[in-house]
C-alpha cells in the first residue's frame, strides 16, 4: 500500500461550533472511505491554523496521520484505573466515581461523587499510597482505585457523606510516621 501526504499552509473557514465538528467528522470518515478505495494505509497532513474568531487572530500549527489496518494484535486498552473483567464484575452494573484530590498541605481530602447509596454501603481501603473505593446502594454500585499523590494514614482522619457527596480527610505521613 501506499502512503498519501499533504503539507497545507493554511486552513480557512476556522468553525469552532457543532456545525464544524459534525463537518469534521463526515470529512475523517469521507479520507478513510477514500484512503481503502485508493489502497493507501497512511495519510498524514500539517501545517498552520490562520484565522479570525470573534474577531480575534488565531494561529496555530496541527499534525494529524491516520493509518489504516496498522497490523498486529488488536490492542483494547481499559477505561479508569480499574479492570472490571478481572475482578469478575459485570461492566454495566458498576460505574466508577468522579473523584477530587485536594493537597492541604498536612492532609489530602478525597472528594468523590457516589449518589444513590447510603453511608453504610461505602467502605475505602487505604494500602501503599493507594486509596481503594467501594459504594453500594440498591440500584448503583461504585468502585474506584484511586493513586494518591502522597503516603497517608489508613484511616481517615475525618468522614462525611451527605447528598451523594463522599468527603475523606487523611492525615499525610512524615517521614517520622512511616518508621
Same mark, same amino acid.
Given at each position: 500500500? =501506499?502512503?498519501?501526504?499533504?503539507?497545507?499552509?493554511?486552513?480557512?473557514?476556522?468553525?469552532?461550533?457543532?456545525?464544524?465538528?459534525?463537518?469534521?467528522?463526515?470529512?475523517?470518515?469521507?479520507?478513510?472511505?477514500?484512503?481503502?478505495?485508493?489502497?493507501?494505509?497512511?495519510?498524514?497532513?500539517?501545517?498552520?491554523?490562520?484565522?479570525?474568531?470573534?474577531? /480575534?487572530?488565531?494561529?496555530?500549527?496541527?499534525?494529524?496521520?491516520?493509518?489504516?489496518?496498522?497490523?498486529?494484535?488488536?490492542?483494547?486498552?481499559?477505561?479508569?484505573?480499574?479492570?472490571?473483567?478481572?475482578?469478575?464484575?459485570?461492566?454495566? =452494573?458498576?460505574?466508577?466515581?468522579?473523584?477530587?484530590?485536594?493537597?492541604?498541605?498536612?492532609?489530602?481530602?478525597?472528594?468523590?461523587?457516589?449518589?444513590?447509596?447510603?453511608?453504610?454501603?461505602?467502605?475505602?481501603?487505604?494500602?501503599?499510597?493507594?486509596?481503594?473505593?467501594?459504594?453500594?446502594?440498591?440500584?448503583?454500585?461504585? /468502585?474506584?482505585?484511586?493513586?494518591?499523590?502522597?503516603?497517608?494514614?489508613?484511616?481517615?482522619?475525618?468522614?462525611?457523606?451527605?447528598?451523594?457527596?463522599?468527603?475523606?480527610?487523611?492525615?499525610?505521613?512524615?517521614?517520622?510516621?512511616?518508621?
Amino acid at each position: 500500500m =501506499s502512503s498519501g501526504k499533504d503539507d497545507g499552509t493554511e486552513f480557512k473557514g476556522l468553525n469552532f461550533g457543532l456545525g464544524g465538528l459534525l463537518k469534521g467528522l463526515g470529512d475523517l470518515i469521507d479520507l478513510v472511505h477514500n484512503m481503502a478505495e485508493e489502497g493507501k494505509d497512511t495519510y498524514t497532513k500539517s501545517g498552520d491554523i490562520l484565522g479570525n474568531h470573534n474577531g /480575534r487572530g488565531v494561529q496555530g500549527r496541527y499534525g494529524i496521520t491516520v493509518r489504516l489496518g496498522a497490523g498486529g494484535d488488536v490492542k483494547l486498552d481499559k477505561f479508569g484505573n480499574l479492570n472490571l473483567r478481572e475482578e469478575g464484575s459485570n461492566w454495566d =452494573s458498576v460505574l466508577e466515581p468522579v473523584v477530587d484530590i485536594y493537597d492541604e498541605g498536612d492532609h489530602l481530602v478525597v472528594v468523590a461523587e457516589v449518589p444513590g447509596v447510603t453511608e453504610e454501603g461505602i467502605t475505602t481501603d487505604v494500602e501503599a499510597g493507594t486509596l481503594r473505593l467501594n459504594a453500594q446502594g440498591l440500584q448503583r454500585q461504585y /468502585r474506584k482505585v484511586i493513586n494518591l499523590p502522597a503516603d497517608v494514614e489508613t484511616i481517615p482522619l475525618a468522614t462525611s457523606y451527605k447528598n451523594g457527596i463522599l468527603e475523606c480527610k487523611f492525615t499525610k505521613l512524615t517521614a517520622e510516621l512511616r518508621g
